[in-house]
């Protein structure tokens, strides 16, 4: 993945459009000339990280969204989905043959790991893996709290 200047440029020029932004406005909000930023989009000079980031807030989009063409954005996306549908079906290979009762376990045992999670609350040195049945239900009892 390279940094050009000329797709940057496109990128930012597509978004303001999108959001209906003249250049004065766009300069505005990233706090830069209005000539620079004509600049930027004609790809005739490059903005410095701290600006891309801003540019990225404002139209609210990732860093690759502004740097990446669209072929390249596509291949990353295609490539987390990938990534996703391999996981997929990995728990689905893994649980194709497990009772309901199980299966009900597993989804509860999601459920509270991802509650853990949004509390910020983690489980030192203890992989899932290595939970017995009845930890787990503690947790999932417990909501995660230690009593």
Same mark, same amino acid.
């Given at each position: 993945?390279?940094?050009?200047?000329?797709?940057?440029?496109?990128?930012?020029?597509?978004?303001?459009?999108?959001?209906?932004?003249?250049?004065?406005?766009?300069?505005?909000?990233?706090?830069?000339?209005?000539?620079?930023?004509?600049?930027?989009?004609?790809?005739?000079?490059?903005?410095?990280?701290?600006?891309?980031?801003?540019?990225?807030?404002?139209?609210?989009? #990732? +860093?690759?969204? @502004?740097?990446?063409? !669209?072929?390249? &954005?596509?291949? =990353?996306? $295609?490539?987390? /989905? *990938?990534? %996703?549908?391999?996981?997929?079906?990995?728990?689905?290979?893994?649980?194709?043959?497990?009772?309901?009762?199980?299966?009900?376990?597993?989804?509860? #045992? +999601?459920?509270? @790991?991802?509650?853990? !999670?949004?509390? &910020?609350?983690? =489980?030192? $040195?203890?992989? /899932? *893996?290595? %939970?017995?049945?009845?930890?787990?239900?503690?947790?999932?009892?417990?909501?995660?709290?230690?009593?």
């Amino acid at each position: 993945m390279t940094y050009d200047k000329r797709i940057v440029g496109k990128n930012i020029r597509a978004f303001r459009l999108r959001y209906n932004l003249s250049i004065d406005d766009l300069a505005d909000m990233v706090g830069l000339s209005s000539s620079f930023i004509g600049l930027v989009e004609r790809g005739q000079r490059g903005a410095k990280l701290d600006n891309l980031l801003k540019f990225s807030k404002i139209f609210n989009i #990732t +860093l690759n969204d @502004l740097i990446l063409d !669209k072929d390249e &954005n596509k291949a =990353l996306a $295609e490539s987390k /989905t *990938s990534a %996703l549908e391999k996981k997929l079906n990995t728990l689905v290979t893994l649980t194709h043959d497990i009772s309901e009762e199980s299966f009900d376990f597993l989804i509860a #045992t +999601l459920r509270n @790991l991802k509650k853990l !999670k949004s509390a &910020n609350i983690q =489980l030192k $040195e203890a992989e /899932t *893996s290595t %939970l017995t049945e009845k930890e787990i239900k503690y947790f999932a009892n417990n909501n995660g709290k230690q009593v």
